[in-house]
């Protein structure tokens, strides 16, 4: 793979151009743009500027609408909620976190419920936007229907990520879980499928709930849950946190978040802001350092969120590799 | 196993009796007595009456305080902490939840930290009890280590479980998540060393992190997480939830729940309770209805928690079916 380096500024100004003249207002690409070159920062390319053609190509056939207005609304002291109104949920988490970090200081805890909302690409990024705010960020995004209920074999929820971001000293996490409820994300399976290559047993199943190791037939099938019935307890946590609660679609009834086809998905994401001061008196810091230095300790014992926190440190300086390909289909749209 | 068939009344009144002569205050015996026979009508023999023993020698041996008085602070608007003073889990729990039910009606969301607790038994019971108020109940509780972080072969957390109730028709919750971040429950490997019995590969590993069928090798290394490294995740999750948020101990300091040494384990538990209605605009129960709906649609699916709902309805026209080697031990307590 042909790469070139881009700095983080770069990243963003390109994602920035490309989405505008995809048909989206300054105001709804901005967020996505800071998003993608964070994401990138972190060392995940399969949903950085990778991501970027796809968005363009949603807000051309409709499946987000770029212009969209999100409303906000406080529909309880604690709760907020954002319509995201079919655009992107980026610009509507903002402006839900404009409100809820404010709110969870003074309340010690609080929600935003974000509806008629569309893929939020990485779900750590948000709640790393919490915990740079000084507060535990709990987050929950659905997706459409991959995962089959524990006895049988039609899907009935997405690979659903939950995440959980703890802050740290100087901006970055202290620690950061941001995790799926399939054994291997769908991409990974759409990707062998591509290139006409087998899968591992215990990635995907067919669509009597076999074992599969065709990328093609578990993707009619369903994506193995990791741990099985527990994988599948993750994703129905996830279904009701973040379609249930939220008033939003539920995966058996969300539109792809590939291809163009299907309008809207309308899923949803929730998000829970946590004052550590007023729920441990004072003692959050101190356990939490205990606890990721024990694990340090440990001869090759790595937290989540190791990998990403030293990926962005050596981006802010070295800037990002990306793939010349994807380079060039974003100018193509920039034109 | 030779079985007596005890009404729930029954059992609840043996477990308070048992409780009290061991030393418990009538006001803190009450509650564990009362989620001992609802733990019993839910199927989950294991963590019902056979645990009245242990508590009591736990009482006797000072790893509870029997007559302890915990303490309720509301320290911001939408937060309630619980100080259990080395007590029981279960009054303490009760007297904040007699706090968070109300706060969550009128907040929104609200959350309960509480610390220098005690093992919570079944921690389904404890959220169950805010579906039954209409409120979305999540729980954390953690537990001392048993589980190596990723890379490294050292317990650092627990098995940890969390758990996610969703209000139903009639009192009994819609759907019911409680699950641990273990492959198995750690009672199952204590059970096969006792019996003498290997366990099956990917149930435990040895001290050097590789996996074993010797359960006493198992129980000197650590518990598989579920999942591999998504199970760690969890059982991360529940412990910054749990243990770092309340300022309770986390699972490297905490000493046993099991055997009579080192005085009190002081962990934690923590709850969020969500009124759907503020968070959904009043969707949320249809919701829950289509996703429940369209699972049991399918051959052989199940949702969590159904088992226990089928039980608990035959338990309180039948009454439970228990171990009378139990009742014997109870019996003795009682004197």
């Known amino acids: 793979m042909e790469t070139r380096t881009l ?15 995809a048909g989206t207002s300054v105001e ?24 970027i053609p796809i968005y363009c190509e949603h807000v051309i056939c409709g499946k987000v609408d770029g212009q969209a207005t999100p409303k906000r609304e406080t529909t309880a002291p604690s709760v907020i909620t954002v319509d995201a109104a079919t655009g992107f949920a980026h610009p ?7 409100a809820l970090v404010p709110l969870a200081r003074t309340q010690g805890i609080a929600a935003l419920a974000v509806n008629n909302s569309y893929n939020c690409g990485v779900l750590g990024y948000h709640t790393q936007q919490l915990a740079k705010a000084g507060l535990v960020g709990l987050g929950f995004t659905n997706a459409p229907a991959s995962i089959a209920p524990s006895g049988g074999f ?50 995907a199943l067919d669509s009597e709930g076999q074992p599969t190791t065709d990328p093609a037939v578990g993707l009619k099938g369903s994506m193995a849950p990791s741990g099985g019935y527990k994988g599948v307890g993750t994703a129905l946590l996830v279904e009701l946190m973040a379609a249930a609660l939220t008033g939003a679609t539920l995966g058996i009834d969300a539109s792809p978040f590939s291809g163009t086809a299907g309008g809207p998905p309308r899923t949803g994401q929730f998000f829970i802001a946590i004052d550590p001061i007023a729920t441990s008196g004072g003692g959050f810091a101190a356990l939490v350092a205990r606890l990721t230095d024990t694990i340090h300790a440990q001869d090759g014992a790595r937290l989540p969120g190791d990998g990403r926190n030293k990926h962005r440190i050596q981006a802010r ?17 920039i034109g």
Chains 1, 2 share one sequence.
């Open 92 to 98: 509507a988490i903002d402006l839900g976190f404009d």
């Open 154 to 203: 039609k899907p009935v929820v997405g690979t659903n990520p939950f995440s959980i971001a703890v802050p740290g000293a100087g901006g970055d996490p202290a620690l950061l879980i941001d995790q799926s409820a399939s054994t291997i994300a769908k991409s990974e399976v759409m990707k062998r499928a591509r290139e006409g290559k087998p899968i591992p047993v215990g990635w």
């Open 28 to 51: 709804n690409a901005r967020p996505l743009a800071v998003a993608t070159a964070a994401t990138e920062a972190d060392g995940i390319s399969s949903h950085g500027l990778a991501y």
């Open 7 to 21: 700095s983080l500024a770069e990243i963003e100004d390109l994602s920035l151009r490309a989405l505008v003249a």
């Open 317 to 333: 300086i070295d800037g990002v590799a990306v793939n010349v390909a994807t380079l060039e289909k974003i100018e193509t749209i």
